[in-house]
């Protein structure tokens, strides 16, 4: 992992950690753990989700990810850069996943993370969903 112009701040320093920690929880399949990182009521943009910023239950976030568990089995991401400044996170990555069959893929994704009070309250992720 390449982490970028990371942490002139002890806050961008923690949420770097956090942000470390939320990709290994993620990649444990630790669903509970990885959505943990989260505040209760944070927006989301995802292009799954539609155009604009939207709340999920934590409830709603671990079913997302237990169901593309079940798509993908080894489902996977790989931190690319992390880039902290003031209170967000920038985070470049690929997610790569298979099947089982034939289907498998490679998604460079990034994701601008905003933190306050050590969660996460807005997650603006980015790829191309066609």
Same mark, same amino acid.
């Given at each position: 992992m390449f982490v970028a112009s990371c942490? $002139?701040? %002890?806050?961008? !320093?923690?949420?770097?950690? &956090?942000?470390?920690?939320?990709?290994?929880?993620?990649n444990a399949h630790d669903w509970q753990?990885?959505?943990?990182?989260y505040s209760s009521?944070?927006? #989301?943009? +995802?292009?799954?989700? *539609?155009? *604009? #910023?939207?709340? !999920? $239950? /934590?409830?709603? &976030?671990?079913? !997302? #990810? /237990?169901?593309?568990?079940?798509?993908f089995?080894?489902?996977h991401?790989?931190? !690319? $850069?992390l880039y902290a400044a003031n209170d967000k996170v920038?985070?470049?990555f690929v997610s790569t996943g298979s099947s *089982?069959? %034939?289907i498998k893929f490679s998604l460079p994704i990034c994701a601008v993370l905003t933190f306050k009070d050590g969660k996460i309250?807005? +997650?603006?992720? #980015?790829y191309d969903n066609h």
């Open positions: 942490c $002139s701040t %002890s806050a961008e !320093k923690q949420n770097t950690e &956090i942000v470390i920690q939320m990709f290994a929880a993620f753990k990885m959505n943990s990182f009521d944070a927006d #989301y943009l +995802d292009p799954a989700y *539609g155009i *604009g #910023y939207v709340k !999920k $239950s /934590s409830q709603e &976030i671990v079913e !997302k #990810y /237990s169901d593309m568990q079940k798509m089995p080894d489902i991401d790989e931190v !690319k $850069s920038t985070v470049e *089982g069959d %034939s309250v807005r +997650d603006a992720t #980015y």
